[in-house]
């Protein structure tokens, strides 16, 4: 059975979501994609995390409430999708780095044509972009975790095992 994880799934901590997005499918536009890889991104602290740079247009969406999304636009060519995850206010989200054969997370916005339009909207049917989970279980020993990559200005926040695979 299929079900779609709503706001109260990712109003919890964001390595706790993260970890529990590997082997859900996002969803767009009906096509299922399982989700193979996801990097954590947490609150003001985390110096990886757009939000450490403080409230800003950009960012203001990782603000919001849990279960939205919030897309970007990097080096002025790829978007970025990042669920918003915790309690309202406080900036944190995953990034969704792989899903099926998509390695890479612009190289899966850019095929599954996922833009700027989507930023702010619910995870949900009726936007055409939501999770769901599908029942399959995957096994803590399929989940390796490493470090966030191409976030080296980080210092030590860029080590952080923030990064979850399925092997």
């Known amino acids: 059975m299929n079900t779609m994880l709503d706001a109260a799934f990712f109003r919890r901590p964001v390595l706790t979501v993260a970890e529990e997005l590997i082997g ?8 299922s994609h399982m989700i193979t ?3 954590a991104y947490d609150g003001p602290q ?10 800003t247009k950009r960012t ?4 919001g409430p849990s279960g939205h999304w919030y897309v970007y636009l990097c080096y002025g060519m790829y978007w970025m999708l990042n669920i918003v995850t915790g309690e309202d206010g406080y900036p944190a989200a995953v990034l969704i780095r792989g899903v099926g054969d998509l390695d890479g997370p612009g190289k ?3 095929h ?6 989507f930023n702010g909207l619910s995870a949900a049917e009726e936007t055409g972009l939501w999770i769901e989970d599908r029942g ?3 096994d803590a020993e399929r989940i390796r975790r490493a470090p966030r990559i191409g976030v080296a200005y980080a210092q030590e ?3 952080k095992p923030y990064r979850f695979i399925l092997v």
């Open 60 to 63: 203001e969406s990782m603000f």
């Open 24 to 31: 859900k499918h996002l969803v767009v536009r009906g096509a």
């Open 37 to 39: 890889e996801v990097e």
């Open 108 to 110: 899966l916005t850019k």
């Open 157 to 159: 926040w860029a080590a």
């Open 112 to 117: 599954l044509k996922i833009d700027r339009r």
């Open 136 to 138: 399959e279980r995957i």
């Open 46 to 55: 985390d110096l990886a995390c757009h939000a450490s740079r403080g409230r």
